[in-house]
């Protein structure tokens, strides 16, 4: 079974800095994308950030120049930084992993954290 166990939600000032991590652990192979999905309430879940195996990275309009997604792939771990922070930021954040699995036919595995939950307010 494998696991995402995100942290470093809580309450921001406006203005201010928040940093995310996710960290995949159990049975983990070969993790591609990464990345930070923010759910409004009555709507759909968007993409923030992702960040591929490879480092490329894609980032919400939104939050373009203010957040950086980043990830350590010795540990398994996602962070996104929250710079600049507004009270549009506030939301539930969930932490995405996909993951290669060997099998007689290799598959992709998608990953989900609970969500963490961001406020930003004065």
């Known amino acids: 079974q494998v696991q995402l166990v995100e942290s470093g939600g809580g309450l921001g000032q406006p203005g201010g800095s928040l940093r995310l991590s996710c960290t995949v652990s159990?049975?983990?192979?070969?993790?591609?994308?990464m990345g930070w999905y923010r759910q409004d309430p009555g709507k759909e879940r968007e993409a923030v950030a992702l960040?591929?195996?490879?480092?490329?990275?894609t980032y919400a309009d939104s939050v373009k120049g203010r957040f950086t997604i980043s990830r350590d792939n010795s540990k398994n771990t996602v962070y996104l930084q929250m710079n600049s922070l507004k009270p549009e930021d506030t939301g539930l954040y969930y932490c995405h992993a996909e993951q290669l699995v060997p099998s007689i036919s290799e598959y992709l595995q998608i990953l989900w954290g609970r969500g963490t939950q961001v406020t930003v307010s004065s």
């Open positions: 960040i591929t195996d490879k480092g490329s990275t």
């Open positions: 159990g049975r983990v192979y070969a993790i591609q994308t």
